[in-house]
């Protein structure tokens, strides 16, 4: 048995610095800006919203500017190849930490570990 959510929108941005986006998004949606650097590398910034939501991620990327999500999962072998028996196909596991993973849709999106200390309270039960 495994457990997943919905734990991320992701602003994938085309972009040389993400303080312009994350300035815009940040009054686009009347979130605060979390963190302007969460990783100190320049590629990820963080809006501030409530514990009950979905965590809103700006995501310095090379390919064209999109939205992905990101589903949290306490087990990411499992949760993989939960996902892929419903269609979706494995693209690649990056840094060892999560998979990127196609829908048959043809949309990309990430599988990750707990993002949030509370895991839950939105969280599917998978036996």
Not at 35 to 56: C, F, N
Request: a negative charge; aromatic letters at 8%.
């Amino acid at each position: 048995m495994h457990h997943s959510r919905l734990v991320a929108l992701v602003l994938d941005c085309r972009a040389d610095d993400l303080a312009d986006a994350t300035r815009f998004w940040s009054a686009a949606l009347g979130k605060p800006v979390a963190s302007a650097d969460q990783d100190g590398d320049g590629r990820y910034a963080e809006l501030a919203t409530a514990a009950d939501e979905p965590l809103i991620l700006l995501q310095k990327v090379a390919h064209d500017s999109r939205v992905h999500l990101d589903i949290e999962t306490d087990d990411l072998e499992a949760e993989a190849a939960r996902l892929e028996r419903l269609g979706a196909r494995r693209v690649a596991f990056v840094r060892e930490r999560w998979w990127v993973m196609e829908a048959p849709s043809g949309h990309r999106f990430c599988v990750v570990k707990p993002q949030r200390a509370a895991f839950g309270p939105h969280l599917n039960r998978w036996e």
